[in-house]
């Protein structure tokens, strides 16, 4: 597990992806959640699945959390994920 954490701010309450493993989200926005170290894109997806609000940041080791603010995607862009 990572040692690692980040809380990822946005609009509330959503899933949250990381380097677009959009299988299943690895946390809440306005939640800490684990990370790995390194670079690391944070994505949110749309009632459409394309990708709404976005930040890249790097993870340093042992971050406690650290924080990002997401940013809007306009237009939102698409994923390899079907729409449900």
């Known amino acids: 597990m990572p040692n690692n954490w980040v809380t990822v701010n946005g609009p509330a309450d959503r899933n949250v992806y990381i380097n677009g493993a959009y299988e299943a ?3 809440k926005t306005g939640a800490a959640f684990p990370v790995e170290a390194g670079p690391n894109t944070f994505e949110t997806l ?3 699945k394309r990708i709404d609000n976005r930040v890249k940041k790097t993870v340093k080791e042992g971050d406690l959390p650290c924080s990002v603010t997401l940013a809007t995607v306009e237009p939102p862009e698409p994923t390899r994920v079907a729409a449900s």
């Open 46 to 48: 749309d009632a459409r």
């Open 25 to 27: 989200p690895s946390g």
